[in-house]
């Protein structure tokens, strides 16, 4: 009898080990908490619900989507969809730095957009968000946002999309989006070796210590340095810059936003002309020097409420401004 129940209780337990084993598409999040990690706060929107999924997936890209109620929800913002300012892509080929160089590259490579938010992917497996100088600059504004994920898509909802706050169902369907979009092991590009010490970790010591090694192939939160925007002397103005790299950041960062029928006024292109004015504001001291307003952004108007992020160190170099600039010169001639 007693061997019966050793046998069973073998069987079921390698069973429940043989399903249990982690692959490269397992769920970062669930094989952290497995190894002892705390459950993060956001942990209870994570489904499967793939309707919940679709409506947060429309929510970020149009600001709306149909409602639980069966009709069109509210827009959520007039002047923006999350969309315009967050890509829902992995954006950096190394996750254990931002480095916008390497993410320009990358953004060519898989052909998405180059923006001044950090992207939607991997969201939910950051620990911080509104870092660094956001915390410094606003404060109390975002204070609360700094710990809780959630926090950080109402403040951002409000603030940045110039919008409503979003309603429960909508921050639950968002939420799950974001669930959506996390980090699965092949993300991090773990060793065999790594793989095989996480499916084989018995002890709380053995736990631990592939944790901390797991949380070492990605950034836990974004970096954010706001930029004084030095006025550069004339002569200097993109000497060292690359018009071809700033070409392609023109157009995959500021017709982003620029180009006809999206989001502002100031309507921007390729044509000569255009370049020919952000080449006549390249070294004005005021506010309106392109230097100036790139680094700084701009507000929201009463009345008039889209405005320009600015683009910290982090989502633009110095390097890319001079290319940037270098690109202005070369075409607005
Ligand atoms: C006009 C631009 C803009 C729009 C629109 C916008 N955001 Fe943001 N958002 C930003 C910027 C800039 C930050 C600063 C931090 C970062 O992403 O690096 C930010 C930060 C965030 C963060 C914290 C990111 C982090 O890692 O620190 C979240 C979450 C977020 N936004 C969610 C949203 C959601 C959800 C929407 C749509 C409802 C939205 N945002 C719309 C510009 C925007
Ligand atoms: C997330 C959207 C967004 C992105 C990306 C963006 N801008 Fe803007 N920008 C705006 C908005 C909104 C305004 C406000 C002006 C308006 O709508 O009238 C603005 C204003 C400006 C102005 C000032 C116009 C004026 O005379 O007041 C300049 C110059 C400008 N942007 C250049 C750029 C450049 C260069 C880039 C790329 C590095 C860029 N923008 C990227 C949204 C954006």
Known sequence: MKLIIITLSFILSSFYLLNNKVTTETSLTEVLIKLGDKTPLHYKYKTNDTVLIRQGFEIVTKGRTIAP???LSKRQSKYFVCTDCHNIF???PDL???NPDTRLDYAVKHDIPF??????YGMV???HWYNDDYVKKYGALVVPAHDTLVNAVHLCSVECSQGRALEAWELKAVMAYFYNLEYKLKDLELTSRELQQINTAQTSKEKK???TQLKKHYLNYSPATFV????VDKREMGKNGDAAKGEIIYKRSCLQCHAEGRVTNFILSDNTLDLKFLKSHLDKDSHKSVYTIVRKGTYALPGYRPYMPNYTLQRLSRKQMEDLVAFIQKEGN
């Open 69 to 71: 109620n069966g009709k």
């Open 90 to 92: 992995r954006e950096d």
């Open 96 to 98: 254990t730095q931002s």
């Open 115 to 120: 923006l001044p938010g950090t992207t939607f």
């Open 125 to 127: 497996n950051r620990e």
């Open 209 to 211: 210590e592939i944790l």
């Open 228 to 231: 004084d925007p030095i006025p």
